[in-house]
């Protein structure tokens, strides 16, 4: 039966941080501000994906989590049961879930099969349809070596084959090939598309955290999701116990995955910096982005897309473990003249990161810099949306061919 409207269903596997579910809200307000016909439902693990707002037409359907832990092995977030167990449950609602929706296009962020294959029946089950099936991945995965082991475990490279019709890259060549290194087959280069990056934007809704906001100017220092962030804050800290004179008021933004104890031990140094304030979380920290002077990060995909975003002067600190993505970004970034990048190799010296936040305020904006297409992420994602929508469905064949 023909619909009058039109759905896509992405995927987002979550098992850590905030970065895949935030770029996947992204993409789906985009494209229902874009298309008042279209429907988006978004099928996430993220234990706080209802702490985030959506718009109408996006929902969501939260999947059992899970965790992975240091050692590599994943286990259920929240749940007293067997992983393998928790893995049947998530592909079996992904399953039921992309049948009853029925969409016309599936995305799938980042994981090719989805977290420990779970997504391969799903991928089946479209492919059957002859639903487009599209790949989206981040500027950059990994250090190449590490990615090409990964990938040669997961399977990866024979279900972009298998199954996708398009890869979606959401960055630009000249900043990182997120597959350098990966053997992959002329038919799958060919199918790879850069988008640029995606572009945020202010929220409407208010933030309720605006009343934590010093009145003057101030800078931002966020972790992301916090998990692996008490590096940064514990430097950042250091710096203002060194110097508490000398360096503007700052806003710290721990993050939900935070630990609790590393959470209240930072909040006791807190008060007692007069020109330092934090809070644990903002679902809108856009809002808190757009009103900074300076940002301190570690640089993931999402802080990046608002700092070219805002056109706020960065100062990237990134992980170096477990992957090398953020470091890699940040160094790209760098060379470009985007960002500053300030790595730790050499010890947390309190004076070093006093330098750098003082810096930090004759720091050139992004916007100094031409980079053709640099944010052109979510009209052409939109775009190429709407030409797959266009195309519609053809017989069931083991990969389609894109449309011209």
């Not at 109408?56 to 092995?73: W, Y």
């Not at 297409?373 to 053809?394: E, H, I, Q, S, T």
Request: with cysteine.
């Amino acid at each position: 039966m023909a619909r009058d409207h039109k759905r896509i269903l992405i995927y987002s596997h979550d098992t850590f941080g905030l970065g895949h579910l935030r770029r996947c809200r992204a993409i789906a307000h985009s494209l229902v501000e874009a298309d008042s016909s279209l429907s988006v439902l978004i099928l996430s693990g993220s234990p706080i994906i209802g702490s985030f707002d959506f718009r109408s037409r996006v929902d969501f359907v939260r999947i059992p989590g899970v965790i992975k832990l240091r050692n590599g092995e994943y286990v259920s977030l929240n749940l007293h049961i067997d992983i393998e167990e928790t893995l049947a449950m998530r592909s079996s609602i992904i399953r039921h879930t992309a049948d009853i929706f029925d969409p016309d296009i599936l995305i799938v962020d980042k994981e090719p099969l989805g977290l420990r294959g779970e997504m391969r029946a799903t991928l089946d089950l479209m492919r059957d349809r002859a639903t487009p099936l599209i790949l989206g991945l981040r500027d950059v995965m990994d250090d190449p070596n590490a990615l090409e082991n990964e990938w040669e475990r997961k399977n990866a490279v024979p279900a972009l084959s298998d199954y996708y019709n398009e890869v979606w890259v959401y960055g630009l060549p000249q900043i990182c090939d997120p597959l350098a290194g990966i053997e992959l087959p002329a038919s799958v280069r060919r199918r790879m598309i850069y988008t640029g990056y995606l572009r945020r934007h202010v929220p409407t809704s208010v933030s309720a955290k605006l009343t934590e906001i010093p009145s003057g100017p101030f800078l931002l220092a966020t972790p992301g999701g916090g998990g692996d962030g008490d590096g940064l804050i514990d430097w950042v800290l250091s710096a203002y116990e060194h110097d508490p004179g000398g360096l503007p008021p700052i806003l710290i933004v721990f993050g939900p995955f935070m630990l609790p104890d590393l959470q209240a031990g930072f909040t006791a140094r807190v008060a007692r910096l007069p020109k330092v304030r934090a809070i644990t979380f903002d679902a809108h920290v856009e809002t808190l982005m757009a009103r900074a002077t300076g940002i301190v990060a570690m640089g993931g995909y999402n802080t990046f897309c608002e700092i070219l975003s805002f056109d706020k002067p960065a100062l990237i600190v990134p992980r170096t473990a477990p992957r090398l993505e953020q470091f890699i970004r940040a160094q790209r970034a760098a060379d470009l003249g985007l960002v500053a990048v300030l790595t730790d190799e050499a010890g947390r010296d309190p004076r070093t990161m006093v330098a750098a936040l003082m810096q930090l305020r004759q720091q050139a904006k992004p916007s100094s810099i031409v980079v053709p297409g640099l944010l052109d992420g979510m009209p052409n994602v939109n775009r190429l949306v709407r030409k797959w929508l266009n195309f519609g469905r053809a017989e069931p064949v083991r990969v389609a061919a894109a449309p011209a």
